[in-house]
Each structure stands twice: as structure tokens, then as C-alpha cells.
């Protein structure tokens, strides 16, 4: 696999993590659920997932 080949692949693959974790958290807010996640502090916490979905950038995109 050429260098090209494997950054090609590597954007296809964090492109389809990322819309399926944006599907995961859509569905866990449609259900008014949480997700469990660390801190800065390194304490695991329980946050709505609409609360994750709204603050973070990354997930405004379509």
C-alpha cells in the first residue's frame, strides 16, 4: 500500500468513525440518554448526550 494509498484509507476510516459515533450520540439524545465519558480531571462522568452532540464542533458538521 502506497503512502497515498494508506492516508486515503485513513480519511475514509475517521471519516466513518466519526459519522458513526455522531449517529450513536443522536440516537442516545433522541432517547434522552447519557454517555459516560473522562474528564480532564481523569473522573469518569455521565453527560446527556445532547449536551455532547451541542458542544462540540465537530458534530455541527454535516
Not at 22 to 39: I, T
Request: no cysteine; aromatic share 4%; proline share 2%.
Amino acid at each position: 500500500m502506497s503512502e497515498k494509498e494508506f492516508k486515503e484509507f485513513q480519511d475514509k476510516l475517521d471519516k466513518g468513525l466519526l459519522l458513526a459515533e455522531k449517529q450513536m450520540l443522536e440516537e442516545k439524545a433522541l432517547h434522552g440518554q447519557s454517555v459516560v465519558v473522562m474528564n480532564d480531571d481523569g473522573k469518569i462522568i455521565h453527560i446527556p448526550a445532547s449536551q455532547v452532540l451541542a458542544d462540540n464542533e465537530i458534530f455541527q458538521k454535516d
